[in-house]
């Protein structure tokens, strides 16, 4: 991979429209005091991303990345396992959002973003956004470590927005979290990796899932979901 800036636009959390707008559950946890200083925000996005992210949208890029399963097998796989309606409808919202981008931009396709974008269209696929990043990444060359690498950042990068907004967290308590989550997101591109088939996909922070399932039940929100 050469071209620095390209990735750089894609690694961005705020791309393509705005990532933010969705907490994940995190505010629940916000909302409820649990998590209330950078430290108990750490704490969270740890479980977050190394028990419900790595193994399960870590691991469909991976797959996908390194041509182990089908993108409509993990597609299907992926909205089959997700029990919660809402973070179903914002994955779709900011997978189809992202391959509109891909397609306004005028990114390299090797057809797979052109025949996601349609089964995404025609109802075939539900959407899942790491599976629309995903190929964006292998569209200009970069390497599945750096993929993973990279998503998991924005993830952090996404929560931490969350956090700054809602908790409410300063500038430097945020860069702090952020930076210490460096050893969390290594793990997440190891945890990631391991992954051999369909089978392998599977999550297993219960915490942070329900707190996504409660997200809304909240009497006032300042996230979609």
């Known amino acids: ?11 961005d959390a705020g791309f393509p429209s705005g990532a933010f707008g969705h907490s994940f ?14 430290a108990s925000l750490e704490a969270w996005i740890e479980r977050y991303l190394i028990f419900a992210c790595a193994t399960a949208d870590g691991a469909a890029m991976a797959l996908l ?7 409509e097998a993990l597609d ?7 029990p919660n309606a809402e973070i179903r409808r914002a ?3 900011l997978a189809r959002a992202t391959l509109d981008a891909y397609a306004a931009m005028g990114l390299p396709d090797d057809g797979a973003i052109a025949a996601y974008r349609a089964a995404l269209v025609d109802g075939r696929c539900g959407g899942v956004h790491a599976l629309a990043a995903a190929l964006g990444y292998r569209a200009i060359g970069a390497a599945p470590e750096t993929a993973l690498a990279a998503h998991a950042t ?27 989550l460096r050893a969390a997101i290594a793990l997440f591109v190891a945890r990631a ?6 089978d392998d996909l599977r999550a297993s922070a219960v915490e942070c899932e329900i707190d996504g399932l409660r997200h809304r039940r909240l009497p006032a929100r300042l996230f979609a979901s």
């Open 154 to 180: 924005t993830v952090v990068s996404a929560c931490a927005s969350v956090a700054a907004r809602a908790v409410p967290l300063g500038q430097r308590d945020i860069a702090r979290v952020r930076w210490h």
């Open 25 to 38: 559950g995190l505010e629940t946890a916000i909302v409820e005091g649990r998590v209330r200083d950078a």
């Open 1 to 11: 991979m050469s071209d620095v800036a390209a990735f750089l636009q894609l690694a």
């Open 193 to 198: 990796g391991e992954a051999r088939g369909l």
């Open 91 to 93: 994955n779709t919202h």
């Open 76 to 82: 299907a796989r992926s909205c089959g396992a997700q």
């Open 65 to 71: 990345l390194r041509g182990r399963a089908a993108l």
